[in-house]
Structures are given as structure tokens and as C-alpha cells.
């Protein structure tokens, strides 16, 4: 990366929810952008943590025990190996940082899995 | 971490500028905030790039070639091992992600350097 990221410009770009785009790296983790709308699908990662930013709007991240409810300003870490469910009843913008390779649906899998892609 | 984390609240608890708090972890990777205010000292991470997210105010991070002028909502990469200097001329408010250990003065140290600490 050798410019500056505006997030909302990249956000702008998205085409849907739970459809992640890469905008940098950091060494050999990947900073993504998402929007989330509606309910994603429970997973881990067994081999990471998972940060989440919230940047606009207000994300729950299901957990098995309780609810973490994000407005714009909050982060949260999901440790690894946790089982988790992000939710926005309605759209919320997210700043995503994971190693390079993660794959978003984790060990789900399914129709919501994305392809890693730069925008 | 086991609970969100607000950054608001958390850079509410910093005393001055250039003195990061740690708000959490990510895999071996620290989360902090720091408050920007004036000139920072120029210096290089060798081993690492450097994550800068602006979330209040303004932030420049000079570069040996040119300014990277950052608002609310952009971020940037500072490669490793590129020389870089932070300045703001206002207090900006800053999200850093470095790995744990990172001296935030990397190769210049002196009166600038700051403990870790968590906030």
C-alpha cells in the first residue's frame, strides 16, 4: 500500500453485505471492509483471533454465553477457537483484521463464504 | 480481551500526546490508542509496518518524499523500514496495530519513548 484508505470511499464500492474487500496489509494480515446486513453464519477460527472495528451503525457479535453489541467506535476481539455469529438489524460498516488467508465463513463454510478480493 | 472496547472512553484516560495505551490484543499483535499532538521524531521499524488509523482530527505522517495528510475514517500503512514522523497540529486521536513489543520511537529511541502499558 503506498496511499492513504478512506473507508467510507472503499465501502462505497461494496456490493452487498457480508461481501469483505480487502483495502491494505499489515505485514501478513489483510484489513478489510464490510458491510453487514442481517444475520452472517456461526464459526471459528481455530488458528486466529478476529477484530472487528465498527466504523457506522451498530453490529452484534453473537457468542454462545451473550451478545457484544458495537456501535461505531467499538472494536471487539473474538479470541480464536470462540464461536461466533456477527448480526446488524440494520447495515453496519466494519473494519475487519486477520491473517492473510482467513476465510470469513471459517470452519462454516457455506453459501456466505467469500473469495478474498482487493478493491 | 473479553469485553469491547470503546476508544472514545479509552483515549479519555491518556494524559498527553505520544503516550499510547494499550486497549488489546490481537494474536501478538497490540491495539492502542495514542493522542497526536505536535511533532513526533522521525524513525523506522525495521522488522514491522506501522498501522495508523485516524478516528478524530487530523494526522500528517511525513515521509522522507512526501506528507500523507490522514482525516477521521483514513488509514495508513507505514511500510517497514520506511523512515516516517507523525505530526498533527491539532490533537488527533489514533489507532495504532504494531506487534507487541514495537518501541513506538523504532530505531531514533530517546525522550519520546514510551512504556507499553495497558489502558
Given at each position: 500500500m503506498d496511499s492513504k484508505v478512506n473507508l467510507a470511499e472503499k465501502l462505497a464500492l461494496?456490493?452487498?453485505?457480508?461481501r469483505p474487500g480487502i483495502v491494505g496489509t499489515l505485514n501478513d494480515y489483510k484489513l478489510a471492509v464490510v458491510k453487514a446486513h442481517g444475520e452472517f453464519v456461526w464459526h471459528k477460527h481455530d488458528d486466529t483471533d478476529d477484530f472487528f472495528l465498527v466504523l457506522s451503525g451498530r453490529l452484534t457479535i453473537q457468542l454462545r454465553d451473550r451478545d457484544v453489541e458495537l456501535s461505531a467506535g467499538e472494536l471487539f476481539v473474538v479470541p480464536r477457537g470462540v464461536e461466533h455469529c456477527p448480526r446488524a438489524d440494520e447495515e453496519a460498516h466494519v473494519l475487519l483484521i486477520e491473517?492473510?488467508?482467513?476465510?470469513?465463513?471459517?470452519?462454516?463454510?457455506?453459501?456466505?463464504?467469500a473469495p478474498e478480493r482487493r478493491i
Open positions: 461494496l456490493d452487498g453485505p457480508f491473517p492473510a488467508g482467513t476465510v470469513n465463513t471459517g470452519d462454516a463454510g457455506g453459501e456466505l463464504t
